[in-house]
């Protein structure tokens, strides 16, 4: 929303027992406006630990115009914003791109929350300082900076009884120096499913059969602040981790993985990020910020022959393994030398590398160049009245994209396709009625590069490439109002719509039974989202948020869109009773959402969720708590149910707060 203040209902408060973190401004890219107005939802850590949210798609679900969702037959938990995927709202930590090169989706669940300061959520109206492809929005993730001179958190945990989770922070700030480091593991043997559900020819039930996960990451960072106008910081990143994808269960006749099972295992799933952040102020009025960045991800699939992953004998059985680097930089010029103006211009580089291979075949490789040059302002017209505007073009350019011919297959090069250029623009108009009241109204143009596999995937010869995709684009509209009452009401309110054209669809039959990746596709989404929270009593807080989509496939009606339930609401109620503790419940319905094009639905749920904390001692805390409280069975993709009944019991300790 326009003016987002996040003591509103998108999370309950944050009880005594959980400590505060520091967010790292450096790694923050926000528009602000006079009177630390900022035009994004943020979701701090404090509120993650407080509901138990250990993965970053769980976390931002508690948002309003956010829906989380999964892609089943690969075990990624992903989500979108007011209807837009991770395609078109990509994900970045502290301001660098994390998404894959490849497809540009990321799986949010191998993002643990645990070395996190904050999230940061835009929605349609997003800084063009972000960069390419934030044709719905942009997500944030914003590590941690120390503030004393020893800083120590972590948690010891236990999931059910087979599964546990382990983290420590650390940090010091020694004035012009500071580090901070961080080490986390999460691990699951299997997820419980709910008693209702009904066991099938390759589940049991009980625990679901191929659904472990174990995730650790490491994070080091190191900073120094010679002035309060200079600040240089060195940072690592390695995440490790390894799934399983568990069995297809459902009963659609038209999904071929009803007579087609997939029996697939991910025994790498690595990711490492060295980056370079610096801000250093030219004057008063003048700064210059840069950050430089390589990212490597390398993941490995294998498919075996049944649910005894032990062979692999069958033509549907092979071993993939992806080896994707990246690396770029931005530098951004600020400066409010023009008076009641803050203009921004940045440049942003960004080369992408794919790199696969079967077992046996020689590694093809897909390489991408893409340039962006941006411009911002902020101007404040009088105390109340704000214009921010922006302006950005990018362009993207193919270097190399191989595929294999014959057998033995070699290495051959598709034809050259040329540069594909984008334009983004947009204002926002911002009006403070009186303390408390603030209205906004925003139009943003907005684009996507179609991604590689977009251009050049055969789809196991299902598909014919199309590297001459164009960007999609999208007009995006939004009027909005937040507002206090009596110091003990918060409302925040929106209504959104937006029109994309050049949508990248699946077009069938090109060629006999071949289809193709074309911009063929034009639809509306318009929503609204409305945000309550009301303090009962000092030690009652209550609230909810609800959120109405609608999404319209404008060029051809019976092909549905997909993951998105047309209504989703979240409430929840905390009580305080004694000093030192917290009592949370909360509640979340989503509607029913269709999970196929073809017009395959899951029902729509409703989920309970309770939480106690305790402090027991002055730098110990002792949580505990149940998800899915009545047992539902539910699934967010036909054919892929959830998690049932679950239980955690978490010890946290500190030495600040």
Do not use: C
Not at 196 to 207: A, H, L, M, N, V
Not at 272 to 293: D, M, N, P, Q, V
Not at 548 to 569: E, Q, S
Request: proline share 4%; no cysteine.
């Amino acid at each position: 929303m326009g003016f987002a203040q996040l003591q509103t209902v998108k999370q309950p408060p944050v009880p005594d027992s959980v400590r505060k973190t520091q967010v790292f401004e450096l790694g923050e890219i926000v528009i602000t406006a006079p009177g630390s107005n900022r035009m994004n939802d943020r979701i701090t850590q404090s509120e993650m630990e407080s509901n138990n949210r250990t993965e970053v798609s769980r976390a931002l679900n508690m948002l309003s115009g956010i829906n989380l969702t999964a892609s089943g037959p690969r075990n990624e938990s992903m989500l979108t914003v007011r209807g837009f995927d991770l395609r078109q709202v990509p994900v970045y930590m502290d301001g660098i791109p994390v998404y894959v090169p490849y497809d540009g989706y990321v799986d949010l669940a191998r993002f643990t929350t645990f070395d996190l300061s904050a999230i940061d959520v835009s929605k349609g109206f997003s800084s063009v300082l972000y960069g390419p492809n934030s044709l719905g929005g942009a997500i944030n993730l914003v590590s941690r900076k120390p503030l004393g001179k020893f800083e120590l958190d972590g948690s010891l945990g236990m999931i059910n009884t087979n599964g546990y989770r382990g983290n420590i922070n650390v940090g010091s700030n020694l004035g012009k120096f500071y580090i901070q480091a961080g080490y986390s593991y999460l691990h699951r043997d299997a997820f419980r499913l709910s008693r209702d559900f009904e066991s099938t020819r390759y589940e049991d039930g009980k625990d679901r059969d191929n659904a472990y996960r174990t995730d650790q990451k490491y994070h080091l960072k190191v900073g120094w602040t010679p002035n309060q106008q200079q600040e240089y910081v060195l940072g690592f990143i390695r995440q490790q981790g390894k799934k399983g994808t568990p069995v297809y269960t459902g009963n659609d006749t038209l999904n071929s993985l009803l007579k087609k099972p997939r029996f697939w295992q991910w025994p790498l799933w690595n990711k490492e990020t060295y980056y370079f952040i610096s801000k250093t102020g030219l004057g008063s009025k003048h700064y210059l910020k840069s950050r430089i960045y390589y990212d490597i991800f390398k993941n490995a699939l294998f498919s075996y022959d049944d649910n005894t992953y032990s062979t692999m004998a069958k033509p549907s059985a092979f071993k993939t393994w992806y080896n994707d680097f990246t690396y770029g930089g931005t530098l951004e010029y600020g400066t409010t030398a023009l008076q009641n103006h803050h203009v921004k211009f940045a440049v942003h580089f960004k080369k992408d590398v794919h790199r696969e291979n079967d077992l046996g075949d020689p590694e093809v490789r897909f390489v991408d160049n893409t340039v962006t040059l941006g411009a911002e302002d902020t101007y404040s017209i009088t105390d109340k009245l704000v214009v921010i505007s922006g302006i950005s073009f990018s362009t993207r350019k193919n270097l190399t994209a191989q595929e294999l011919q014959g057998s033995p297959p070699t290495i051959a090069n598709f034809p050259y396709a040329g540069a594909s250029n984008a334009y983004n623009g947009q204002v926002g108009l911002f009006y403070t009625i009186s303390s408390g009241h603030k209205i906004g109204t925003s139009f943003s143009h907005k684009t996507r590069f179609a991604t590689i596999k977009d251009r050049y995937s055969y789809r196991m010869g299902t598909a014919i490439p199309n590297p001459n995709l164009k960007p999609e684009t999208a007009d995006n509209y939004e009027l909005n109002y937040s507002g206090a009452f009596a110091g003990k009401i918060s409302l925040e309110a929106a209504l959104f719509f937006s029109k994309i054209n050049n949508v990248i669809m699946n077009i069938h039959n090109v060629e006999p039974g071949k289809m193709q990746m074309q911009n063929a596709g034009k639809a509306e989404y318009m929503g609204l989202e409305a945000t309550l929270d009301y303090r009962i009593a000092k030690s009652i807080n209550l609230g909810v948020n609800y959120t109405y989509i609608a999404r319209k496939n404008l060029t051809n009606p019976d092909i549905h869109f997909t993951d998105v339930p047309n209504t989703k609401v979240f409430g929840f109620v905390q009580v305080r009773p004694v000093n030192g503790m917290a009592i949370t419940t909360n509640a979340e319905y989503n509607a029913s959402r269709f999970s196929t094009s073809y017009g395959t639905r899951v029902g729509g749920f409703t989920l309970f969720n309770i939480l106690a904390s305790q402090r027991i001692i002055k730098n110990m805390s002792i949580e505990a708590g149940v998800n899915n409280l009545f047992d539902k069975n539910y699934s967010l993709v036909e054919g892929f149910p959830e998690e049932g009944r679950n239980f955690f019991l978490t010890l946290r300790f500190f030495n600040h707060r």
